[in-house]
């Protein structure tokens, strides 16, 4: 089975074309997890996806089903100036001839900054603003002009295949870069 999931890689790379930087390398990497079907439980597989998503600073949300897990908004930066934020959802589903196929979806969002900082009710002292004559201010929430990004996770879908069989992902890494080799002459 596995040389005709090599044999198949092969052909992807025929199909790309030229690629020779570190990012074309990443891509043609991922691309192949995107084809992967799995001839394992899909309570393995899930069970990888977890474990990639929590090394990836995710946490689990909770809900889901057995075949679908979705994670908390991870936010990274400074949201007083600049915030990414981001959130994955990985679906399992098994295929008629019984082998499971993961697909992970990331939405992706970018915070400038906050909106205008605002007065609050301070806690603690009967709904009364500030102490002494102040007034308090909290930040405002995180704002953003943009709208988020949905796109298909396929660094996630990656990880998880190295996670689940790193053997088979060292024969692609290595089908890989005899491409990329035989591209740069």
């Known amino acids: 089975m596995k040389c005709w999931l090599l044999l198949g890689v092969g052909v992807l790379l025929l199909g790309t074309g030229c690629a020779t930087t570190r990012?074309?390398?990443?891509?043609?990497?991922?691309?192949?997890?995107?084809?992967?079907?799995?001839?394992?439980?899909?309570?393995?597989?899930?069970?990888?996806?977890?474990?990639?998503?929590?090394?990836?600073?995710?946490?689990?949300?909770?809900?889901?089903?057995?075949?679908?897990?979705?994670?908390?908004?991870?936010?990274?930066?400074?949201?007083?100036?600049?915030?990414?934020?981001?959130?994955?959802?990985?679906?399992?589903?098994?295929?008629?001839?019984?082998?499971?196929?993961?697909?992970?979806?990331?939405?992706?969002?970018?915070?400038?900054?906050?909106t205008a900082a605002h007065p609050a009710m301070s806690s603690g002292d009967g709904g009364k603003r500030g102490g002494e004559g102040t007034t308090n201010y909290v930040p405002g929430e995180p704002y953003s002009p943009a709208k988020p990004m949905f796109s298909r996770a396929l660094d996630i879908e990656w990880a998880i295949l190295q996670h689940l069989d790193p053997e088979f992902a060292k024969d692609v890494e290595q089908q890989v870069d005899i491409y990329l080799a035989s591209q740069k002459r």
Do not use: C
């Open 23 to 114: 990012d074309e390398r990443r891509m043609l990497l991922e691309r192949t997890s995107a084809e992967m079907a799995y001839a394992l439980p899909p309570e393995q597989v899930m069970n990888a996806a977890r474990a990639v998503l929590r090394e990836q600073g995710y946490i689990l949300a909770p809900g889901g089903s057995a075949h679908s897990l979705r994670t908390q908004w991870r936010i990274t930066g400074d949201l007083d100036a600049m915030a990414r934020w981001s959130k994955v959802l990985v679906a399992g589903q098994t295929q008629s001839d019984g082998r499971f196929v993961v697909r992970a979806q990331q939405v992706t969002w970018a915070t400038p900054g906050r």
